[in-house]
């Protein structure tokens, strides 16, 4: 235990007070004119086992006039604006967590990058997966930002942070081919095979789709339909499960339904109570994404591998089972693809879809290859390529 020792000095008789305590087997003393903030220092000691330095961080904190971690992620999240429902409930989602349990208490001018290191390996080792603690790691050095420029700290300890590094294959996604459809589709609950046919031929988000109604669709002639997405489902802890606008601005479109898949899923337009969804569970009841995974997708993807299916493919991998049809089959350009799956700018369409394109870096190659002809040409003659070896 920690003790105080009073002293007086020889020429002025003022009172001191020393605490003493040991530390790792050294003796350690500090002194104080106060014999309430000797005091202080005593009972801090004795609470984090004579770690001085764990105490040091507690008295600063207590004398902090920053708010804590957990109260700057609220005030941070409070002031960003145009975000939607879901996005609210992930970022409140990480802080609650992610981020309270192990640095909300601190005020967030005594986080040190040292914290921020053991923060990153403590999530690491509960097992997240790299892309989460990425994103995590985003939000709170948002966080920090916000929080240098209210004045709040000096700088931001997640700078320059060592995160985990993301494999590709943790967001790995899954195009299947004609004949893995087929064999997926053949497997599933005749009841949903209309709703799998109508993901993988327009490529429709599952929240859209499972939003429609009736009047969604139009006759397009030719046994197609034209299908206008204008809302989808969305979810947040105060409203709950509700119908509102679609992911952006550019997920308001209009798409046109092949008649294959047109003609399979016209008895369920029709059957459609009006305002009433025209894809359900098989009583009537909505269509969740949790239900229909677990009562339809996966048992139907595992009977599928066990007649040759090697993929575990998710319901949105139709969604890009769709874009890779499109593009191999040379039908749409990147920029139609994009207008047509609703990404907001066609740089996410690119970023995702551009390795489907093989034909599109020959053409390239082709060009630059005709061009540097001509270069050769007129140095005085074209040189022969040679081969490359390993």
């Avoid at 003796?27 to 005091?39: I, K």
């Avoid at 700057?72 to 960003?80: C, D, E, F, N």
């Avoid at 509960?126 to 790691?137: C, D, E, M, Q, R």
Wanted: proline letters at 4%.
């Amino acid at each position: 235990m920690a003790s105080i020792e009073e002293r007086h000095s020889k020429t002025s008789g003022a009172a001191s007070y020393r605490v003493i305590w040991r530390e790792k087997g050294q003796r350690y003393t500090q002194t104080f004119a106060d014999r309430d903030a000797a005091r202080q220092w005593k009972v801090t000691l004795e609470r984090t086992d004579h770690d001085s330095a764990k105490a040091e961080r507690i008295v600063l904190s207590a004398a902090s006039r920053s708010p804590t971690v957990k109260e700057a992620g609220k005030r941070h999240i409070a002031s960003l604006t145009n975000l939607t429902p879901y996005t609210l409930q992930v970022y409140e989602r990480q802080v609650r967590l992610h981020i309270a349990p192990t640095l909300g208490h601190l005020p967030v001018d005594q986080v040190t990058r040292d914290d921020v290191s053991e923060w990153v390996t403590h999530m690491r080792d509960k097992g997240l997966a790299p892309k989460t603690i990425t994103n995590v790691h985003g939000l709170m050095s948002a966080i920090f930002s916000t929080a240098v420029l209210r004045n709040w700290c000096m700088a931001n300890p997640c700078a320059g942070a060592r995160l985990p590094k993301v494999s590709k294959r943790d967001d790995k996604k899954e195009f299947l081919s004609h004949g893995e459809f087929a064999l997926l589709l053949s497997a599933v609950d005749p009841h949903f095979r209309p709703f799998v046919m109508f993901l993988v031929g327009t490529g429709l988000r599952f929240s859209e789709a499972t939003a429609l109604t009736s009047a969604d669709f139009q006759d397009a002639g030719g046994g197609e339909y034209l299908v206008t997405i204008s809302k989808a489902w969305k979810e947040d802890r105060v409203k709950g499960r509700y119908v509102g606008d679609p992911k952006s601005d550019a997920a308001h479109r209009v798409v046109q339904m092949d008649s294959t898949t047109a003609h399979a899923v016209a008895p369920l337009v029709g059957a459609a109570r009006a305002g009433e969804p025209v894809f359900t569970m098989k009583r009537g009841g909505a269509l969740t994404t949790q239900q229909f995974r677990r009562k339809v997708w996966l048992p139907a993807v595992a009977a599928a591998q066990e007649v040759g299916l090697r993929r575990s493919p998710r319901p949105h991998d139709l969604r890009h089972t769709f874009a890779s049809w499109q593009l191999t089959s040379r039908s749409v350009s990147m920029d139609e693809l994009a207008k047509i799956m609703g990404h907001e700018s066609s740089k996410t369409t690119y970023a995702v879809y551009y390795h489907l394109m093989p034909d599109s870096r020959r053409q390239a190659a082709s060009a630059m290859a005709g061009i540097m002809e001509q270069v050769q040409a007129s140095l005085g003659g074209a040189q022969s390529t040679p081969a490359l070896t390993a």
